[in-house]
C-alpha cells in the first residue's frame, strides 16, 4: 500500500459536473482528490481487504439472527420498544438489504480491522462506483498509468444484480432531502443502477412523503409507495411522527439494518466474537472493562460523519470533533492507527452490495478523525 501523485485530469471538474458530480466540492473545500492515488497489490486487496470484508459481513449477519429475538439486546442498541416488532418481523420476513460499507483501519502491515460498518445510509458510492473508475480509464488513456492498472471495483454491475433481485412489479421509488447535493447525486446514482435493472423509479423528497386514509405511505402524486430506497437514517425513521405506520418490507435498507446501523454492534459483536483478527475491542461506555482501553476511540452510537467522536490517548482526550450527536449512549473501542503518508490520514471503505465485497473508496483527512470534508482519493491495483 502507498499513496503517490500525478497530473490531474485538466478536464475533470467539467466531467465531474457533467454527469452530476456537483459535490466535488463541498462548502467551498476540496472533496474529490484527481491528482494523487493510492496503489494496492492484487494480494492485498484478495487477502487483506476482499476475504476481510465479506468475513465481518458474515459476523454482522450472524449477529443480526442472534439478537433479533433478543429484547434487552435491542434494546442496548436504543431502538424503541414501540418498534422492536418491525425490526423482528422485518429480519423474519427476509426483507432484502442492498449495500454497506464498512470502514477499515489498514497500514499495509497487518490484518485490516473494522472501525464500524455505515449499513443503512452510506454515501460516497458514486465517486467510488463510477468517477473512480472513469479518472482510472482516463489516466490509462493518457499514459499517466500503465495499460494493466486496475481498480477493485466491481460495484456498478454488482447494483444493477442487487436492483435486479427485487421485482420489477411496482414503481421502486427513492427519498432523500432532495436539497442537500450530494444526498441527492448519491440517490440519482443509484436510481440509475435500478433502471438498468428494469425498474421504474420515481424519486421523492424524503419530507414530501404522506399517509392515506389506509397508513399506506404516498408520494406528492397520491401513489402508494410499496417500495423504496431511503437515504434516511434508521434511527431516526423510528422516532418520526409517521412512525407508527412503518411496515416491513417497504423501505431500502430494511428495518432490521437498525441493528447494524448503530455503533452499539461494535461491543455486541465483540462480546460474540471475542479475539477476531479484523474486530477490535470495543464495550459500552459504562462497561468497567472499557477502562482498560487506555488509547481508544469514544463515540455516540449514533454519530454519523465523525461527528462528536473522540480519541483517547492515555485516558484524555487528544483530539474530538464537533457535531450534533453525543447524548446518546457512547461505545469506547481501541484506537487503531490509520496509514499515515504526506500528512494524511487514510480511511479504506469497502463495500459490499448483497452479500459479497464489491469494491473498495478511501478517505483521508489531515486530522485522525473521518468527517464530512474528508477527500475522496482513487486507487489502483498496481502488482
Known sequence: MRRFSLRERA??????????????E???EPYWVDNAAYAFSM??????????????????MALVADVVDDEAALRRLAIPDAHIELVRQSWHNGDRHLYGRFDLAYDGTGPARMLEYNADTPTSIFEAAYFQHNWLLDQVEAGALPGAADQFNLLQ?????????????????FACWTENEEDRGTTAYLMDCAVQAGHRVEMVDIRAIGVDAEGRFTDPGERTIDRCFKLYPWEDMLREPFAPYLKPGVFV????????????????????????PNLLPAYFADDPRAADLVDAVSKPIFSREGENVAILEGGKVAEEAPG???TERRIIQAYAPLFTSDGQHAVLGSWVVGDRAAGLGIREDHGRITRNLSRFVPHIIDG
Open 26 to 28: 463541498m462548502y467551498g
Open 43 to 60: 494480494e492485498e486487496i484478495e487477502e487483506q481487504i476482499e476475504a476481510p470484508t465479506e468475513a465481518l459481513h458474515e459476523l454482522c
Open 157 to 173: 454491475e454488482s447494483l444493477v444484480e442487487a436492483f435486479a433481485c427485487f421485482p420489477p412489479d411496482r414503481i421502486f421509488h
Open 11 to 24: 478536464d475533470w471538474r467539467e466531467k465531474a459536473r457533467s454527469v452530476g458530480f456537483g459535490f466535488h
Open 253 to 276: 435498507e430494511p428495518a432490521w439494518k437498525s441493528i447494524l446501523s448503530n455503533k452499539g454492534m461494535l461491543p455486541l459483536l465483540w462480546e460474540k466474537f471475542p479475539g477476531h
Open 324 to 326: 450534533v450527536y453525543g
